[in-house]
Every structure is written in C-alpha cells, then in structure tokens.
C-alpha cells in the first residue's frame, strides 16, 4: 500500500501508512519522523516510474520485499531489497538496501 500511493503520488495515503516517529535507514541518508519520510517519499515519486516485486517475506511485525525500482535513464532499474517494522499496522522503520552509485546525482532531489 506504501509504495502504490507513491508511485500515484497520493501523499495522505503514504502519510497513513507512517507510524509519527517513523525512522528510515537508506545509503544515502537516515531519517526520522513522519513529516521528514513523507517529504522523501515525495522526493522519490518524482524520479521513480515503477516498482517490480519480485519476492516477500513476513513474520513477527515485520516485511522484507526484494524488487526493482524503475527509473529513467540514467538510472535505469535498481535492484533493492527493504525491511519494514510494524507498530499498530503503520511502518515504524524502513530500511532499504541497495548499490547508492547510481543515486549520488538524484539524492538533493528525493533528500531535500
């Protein structure tokens, strides 16, 4: 439900989803709290086309995805992996896992 309001860019949507002291663990920053993620995950929803899920995996409040984010070129796909936490069915933690090469130019636009 998170990434799908962010690639259609309803943002109460992805702010519902968010626990209020929500922390996010990238390679390219660590953030906390709810405002600061939205504002990420606004950053992104400008650069990011698709997701492609290729696999998940819950158990004890918690969810691993391992998909593909598609974006334009220069990017292009990014393999990537994240874990989520759960507190009260709203994400309490993000991290995300992948190669942050490819990010280095686009990080002041998705981290403002």
Known sequence: ?????????????????????????????????????LAAAKGLSTIL??????AQF???????????????????LLRSAVLMKFVDQKIAHIELFYDSKPFTE???EIFK
């Open 49 to 54: 086309l698709d997701i492609h899920f290729r």
């Open 58 to 76: 819950s158990g004890d409040q918690q969810i691993m995805f391992a998909y593909d984010f598609i974006f334009a070129e220069p990017i292009g």
């Open 106 to 108: 686009k990080k002041s």
């Open 1 to 37: 439900r998170y990434y799908q309001a962010i690639l259609k860019k309803e943002f109460a949507e992805v702010a519902d989803c968010l626990a209020d002291n929500v922390c996010l663990i990238s390679p390219l920053a660590q953030i906390e709290g709810k405002e600061a993620v």
